[in-house]
């Protein structure tokens, strides 16, 4: 049976999406980019190296290896200011009674976020006791699609894979985790995670009960 359920964080615990939208919109303001809450749906899961590049793509614009460095570093001064607002009213729902009804069942808990301030929001939301470990992009070589982040919190739980469950809302998320040889549960639309084992539409839909049905 099922051991152990890793979890991403954006999307899934919570909705820092919007803080990312805040601090890349500024950032884009300020150079004269054409940026919007549609634009930003691509940068879910992706690194911040990444989504600056998405960015000035879109915008026809390129620029250098260090002034890159410097607009990366910008905006996420100004995203670390917008995440001390967060406050465990800032879960999304059903994720603390699924996260207690896990823990009560003795399934091991790690997380996989692309997010280098991953350990810094899980602390605010007061979850961070859940977690027997967080998995963060500052540790691990490759982005999600690639399997590395879902690997190395596999390893680090003492799990094998196929004994994993993945959690994630993104469609690079989900590949993430069927290339690690886990089982995938999607959280969002069909159109885009449609290589999820179990989809479920809000994290509301998150039970012990609702996954044995599935696993
Ligand atoms: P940072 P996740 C991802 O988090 C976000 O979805 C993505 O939009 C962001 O660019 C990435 O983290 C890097 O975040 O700039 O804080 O290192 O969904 O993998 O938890
Ligand atoms: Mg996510």
């Not at 996260?99 to 996989?112: Q, V």
């Not at 549960?185 to 179990?198: F, N, P, T």
Request: glycine share 6%.
């Amino acid at each position: 049976g099922k051991k152990a359920i890793i979890f991403d964080l954006d999307g899934v615990i919570t909705d820092t999406a919007e803080y990312h939208y805040l601090a890349w919109k500024q950032l884009a303001d300020d150079l004269g980019l054409p940026f919007d809450r549609n634009s930003n749906e691509r940068l879910k899961g992706i690194s911040r190296m990444e989504s600056l590049e998405l960015i000035l793509e879109a915008g026809n614009k390129e620029l250098g290896h260090d002034e890159k460095e410097r607009l990366a570093h910008k905006k996420n001064e100004h995203y670390k200011e917008l995440i001390q607002q967060i406050t465990p009213d800032d879960l999304l729902p059903g994720i603390v009674s699924f996260l207690t009804e896990l823990s009560e069942a003795g399934f091991k808990i790690g997380m996989a976020s692309a997010s280098k301030n991953a350990q810094e929001v899980v602390r605010r939301l007061e979850v961070t006791s859940f977690f027997h470990v967080i998995v963060d992009a500052a540790s691990v070589k490759k982005g999600k699609p690639d399997p590395e982040i879902f690997l190395t919190a596999a390893q680090l739980l003492e799990v094998e894979p196929n004994a994993c469950i993945g959690v994630e809302d993104a469609q690079a998320g989900v590949q993430a985790i069927k290339s690690a040889n886990m089982f995938a549960i999607g959280v969002g639309e069909a159109r885009h995670l449609s290589e999820a084992d179990w989809l479920v539409t809000s994290t509301e839909e998150l039970s012990l009960k609702a996954l044995s049905e599935h696993i």
